[in-house]
């Protein structure tokens, strides 16, 4: 089986290859923080093409109506280095990078606060802890704690792809993508090798390949296309 890898295929699907794990998984509530329920599985196959355009009736996978529908899949996104666009937050305890692309999951948001005030306030050790898991917990890659020696916390993912559904939202949302699967953008060029991201699937995101939190205003539904 070929090495795992994502290709963004031109105003297309994205084509997955090397048996990449496809999963869905729910956001669902605990208390204040929210958690990932068990949905679908799909078979692992060598070669599969996942819906970048929000039409397809076969969703999560790709039925040729970016076609039909004219889908300009232009990538808008930067290929600068995390640690070159994101944010520095310094801690008590520990410190925050932040980039800004934001999937809208929400798992930032723990019991005692969001990830930026838990930082802040990370001398405490419970609070420097629940900061860390709210960062590691971030889908979409925006957030990554670093310990004051510099190293960047970032928890051990086996690589699989997630289908994200939001039903707190009403929404589909978009394809988390786990363990540093290489992503290659339509015109060849190679995306920074991350843990943790997430890509659009509504068809509607800003920052192409990325999700930015469009399909809440777009509502999207997958399951409304079957």
Known sequence: MSEKKIKILENGPYEVTGGVPIKEKIITAEGHVNEWKDGRTFPVEDEVHLCRCGRSKNAPFCDGSHIEAGFDGTETASKEKYAERAAWQEGEGISLLDDDRCAFARFCHREHGDVWTL???????????????????????????????GTLIEPKLEQEIVIIQDPQKGVSAGLFVKGGIPLQGADGKMYET?????????????????????????????????
Not at 125 to 139: D, F, K, S, T
């Open 119 to 149: 930082t802040d306030k990370s001398g405490n050790p419970q609070l420097r802890e629940e900061a860390i898991e709210g960062a590691c917990a971030c889908p979409a890659g925006r957030l990554t704690s670093v310990d004051k020696d």
């Open 194 to 226: 991350r843990n943790r991201y997430t890509l659009c699937r509504c068809g509607e995101s800003q920052n192409k390949p990325f999700c930015d939190a469009s399909h809440v205003p777009a509502e999207y539904d997958d399951h409304m296309k079957h």
